[in-house]
């Protein structure tokens, strides 16, 4: 579990680093969401929802590295199944998008869904 956890952190971290690089202009906003937006302030929008779904993300999963109770292992479970299928969609969108997409994030997104997949399969120490 511990590993995954390492990897679901380290995934989220770097997911949240490229949006803050394309919200501050490092990274050029045609080289995300498929190259689909015309404006920066079209891509502006998608690179906080994105940001906040990221540390979402994050939190729950140093949620889930803590000991809990018995009680909520189903919610926590369904919900790494969510995220599992939340970034499998993501990953096949990633292979259709910019070059960047594929090369880049595609990689990062395996990162999530391999470390969702762990914590949704493995089992929990319970109190």
Same mark, same amino acid.
């Given at each position: 579990m511990k590993t995954a956890v390492f990897m679901g952190i380290?995934?989220?971290?770097?997911?949240? &680093?490229?949006?803050?690089?394309?919200?501050?202009g490092?990274?050029?906003?045609?080289?995300?969401n498929g190259g689909r937006s015309e404006s920066f302030a079209t891509q502006l929008p998608i690179s906080i929802i994105n940001t906040v779904i990221s540390i979402i993300g994050g939190v729950?999963? &140093?949620?889930?590295?803590?000991? !809990?109770?018995?009680?909520?292992?189903?919610?926590?479970?369904?919900?790494?199944?969510?995220?599992?299928? &939340?970034?499998?969609?993501?990953f096949i969108q990633q292979l259709l998008g910019t070059p960047f997409e594929k090369m880049v994030c595609s990689? !990062?997104?395996?990162?999530?869904?391999?470390s969702n997949l762990r914590m949704a399969i493995e089992k929990r120490v319970t109190i």
């Open positions: 380290i995934f989220y971290s770097l997911t949240i &680093l490229i949006h803050l690089l394309i919200i501050i490092i990274i050029p906003f045609t080289w995300v729950f999963t &140093l949620f889930v590295s803590r000991n !809990i109770l018995n009680k909520y292992q189903r919610g926590i479970t369904s919900i790494c199944w969510f995220f599992v299928v &939340l970034w499998s969609v993501g990689l !990062i997104l395996i990162l999530g869904i391999i």
